[in-house]
């Protein structure tokens, strides 16, 4: 790797290269477990777990699972918000050698019943208030187990007994409807099993977890990971942080997506660190649990750091325990980045990944050169480069925009029962991302869009993450996103949809003549809609092809 520019602006405390174990996940943050039995791993609304009551609650689940009939290779779907079951969950079937199947519990009935057929999954585990769902989706699928588990089982007392009571009277709550058959059991009646699960050979290279895209451009698709991904992106991940036994991690992203499984969950676990869960993001909740926890790392989307800025009463809150902010799906505005580093003091370091090499691949470094507004360079073991975006070969010069390619140890096996998708996209040993960057003379790269977003208005290329930006520097802009729509001469043209802050109205042609102040004129968006608020995907990153599908069917019904 000694021809890459990048090399010269590693942190001198992150080798280039990794050894990697010849282990599976499970195995290797069982080593760090096991040596630090009585230290904090995981709190959760007020409760704490050591690493030795973690595991020995894995090891008990793992028993009762078995007892039931789930064995290695078998394919078992998890539907739990962040919280310690689901933690124990993951970790119960990366023991046994089965797969976890990761879903979001937002999943509507028709895309749940999609993942269960096209995984093949024989079992669930899922959150009690999803009962009625799961049972919609038991009509279309068969299961041969199903575990459900409550909030309540790990809240620490008296929120545990006040639980059930808010849940009674919160009439919005979704009713829990669990039928008495065979293959239905409470995840607290398996905990009570003996914590001597049977031992199984588990091969590095078979697939671990099974992670479907969010389908933001196109099908959703099944991703196969093996533990040897996953062990190599917690380590990568690791040693980019300079994480620790001392640091403590805010997990508010989903652990059921590869961004808050690997950062979140194995990463600090992997190192003896702690985890702070919180089931969702509430921009708040947050900003209360960093000024109470005094965590020191935190990974976020820009969505969540927009949402914390605009707080109105955000600096009652202590936010300096934080040393570095991991934040990727989508480029931060450098407005939003600047506000919140002065605010906390804490390095905001953009990277770059996607769930077909686990998560995060490439970074800014900490304490290297960084480079706000790029996506900084790779990992430890990872290697890119910028390719013609017509053949996929020719190697673009410094400066000029193509595909980003990557290859290293964390790539996916390839997607579930889609042998042309994983052909088109893993090629020669390389990833194709699909990924529009610019890489500069030091090796650093700019993301400038995904490659299905390219808009060409009147022949010039334009990528809509260029206007994004503008427009969040409008000061009434709280959030912003452009799309191309189909135009009947131009080919296609721009359309901005944008949220106002709080307390603020927006005239759309305050909108456009600020863009035309700001950008060339191929450029400006010709038509602004003010929105309250704009669709997002299950980590907060704005789902532009959704508002363009929007906008195509308005046109088609207009014909």
């Known amino acids: 790797m000694a021809e890459h520019p990048w090399l010269k602006h590693y942190d001198p405390a992150v080798p280039h290269h990794l050894d990697y174990p010849d282990i599976d996940i499970h195995g290797l943050v069982r080593q760090t477990a096991d040596r630090r039995k009585d230290k904090p791993a995981l709190r959760f609304l007020g409760l704490t777990l050591s690493y030795g ?129 065979g293959a239905t059991v409470w995840l ?115 969505t969540m750091f927009i949402a914390i800025k605009e707080l109105p009463d955000v600096d009652r809150y202590d936010l300096k325990s934080l040393r570095g902010i991991f934040v990727g799906a989508a480029p931060l505005p450098l407005p939003v980045m600047r506000e919140f580093e002065q605010r906390t003091g804490a390095a905001l370091i953009e990277g770059f990944g996607l769930t077909e090499a686990v998560t995060a691949v490439a970074c800014n470094p900490f304490h290297g050169l960084r480079k706000p507004g790029t996506i900084g360079i790779p990992f430890p073991d990872v290697e890119w480069k910028i390719v013609d975006l017509a053949d996929g070969r020719k190697e673009m010069p410094v400066g000029e925009a193509g595909e980003i390619i990557l290859r290293g140890p ?74 191309g729509l189909p135009h009947p001469t131009k080919g296609e043209y721009l359309k901005a949809f944008v949220v106002p802050k709080a307390g603020q109205t927006i005239d759309p042609q305050e909108i456009i003549a600020f863009c035309k102040e700001n950008l060339s004129a191929y450029m400006v968006p010709k038509e602004v809609e003010v929105r309250a608020e704009l669709p997002k995907s299950m980590i907060g990153k704005v789902l532009r092809r959704n508002l363009r599908e929007e906008e195509e069917k308005k046109w088609e019904a207009g014909k």
């Open 188 to 302: 607290k009646d398996l905990l009570k099993s003996p914590p001597s699960p049977p031992a199984v050979a588990i091969d590095p290279n078979a697939m671990a977890v099974l992670i479907y895209s969010g389908g933001t451009t196109g099908v959703s698709k099944g991703i196969m990971l093996s533990h040897k991904a996953l062990v190599a992106n917690a380590m990568q991940a690791c040693a980019w942080g300079s994480m620790g036994p001392d640091d403590s991690l805010l997990a508010v992203l989903p652990l059921f997506h590869g961004f808050g499984m690997s950062v979140c969950m194995n990463a600090p676990l992997l190192h003896g660190g702690r985890m702070i869960l919180l089931p969702r993001f509430d921009a708040r909740e947050v900003c209360q649990t960093i000024n109470a926890e005094k965590p020191s790392l935190f990974a976020g989307v820009p």
């Open 410 to 483: 964390e790539l996916m096996l390839g997607y579930l029962n889609q042998p042309e998708k994983t052909a088109e996209t893993l090629r020669d040993g390389w990833l194709y991302t699909g990924d529009i960057g610019v890489m500069d003379a030091d090796g650093y790269v700019t993301l400038v869009d995904r490659k299905k977003d390219l808009v060409i208005v009147s022949g010039f290329n334009v990528f809509p993450s260029e206007i994004d930006e503008v427009l969040h520097g409008h000061p009434k802009v709280a959030e912003a996103v452009a799309v």
């Open 53 to 181: 009551r973690l595991f020995e609650l894995v090891d008990r689940l793992a028993t009762g699972l078995a007892a039931r009939g789930v064995k290695k290779g078998d394919r078992i779907i998890l539907l739990m918000p962040n919280c310690p079951q689901f933690v124990i969950s993951y970790y119960a079937l990366m023991r046994l050698g089965a797969t976890a199947v990761l879903a979001n519990p937002l999943n509507v009935e028709r895309e749940l019943i999609f993942k269960f057929q096209d995984s093949g999954a024989k079992g669930l585990i899922a959150l009690d208030l999803l009962s009625q769902r799961v049972n919609n989706v038991r009509r279309e699928a068969k299961l041969d187990l199903v575990v459900y588990t409550g909030l309540q089982d790990f809240l620490p007392f008296p929120k545990n007994l006040l639980y059930p009571l808010k849940r009674a009277l919160d009439k919005k709550m979704p009713k829990v409807v669990v039928p008495a058959d």
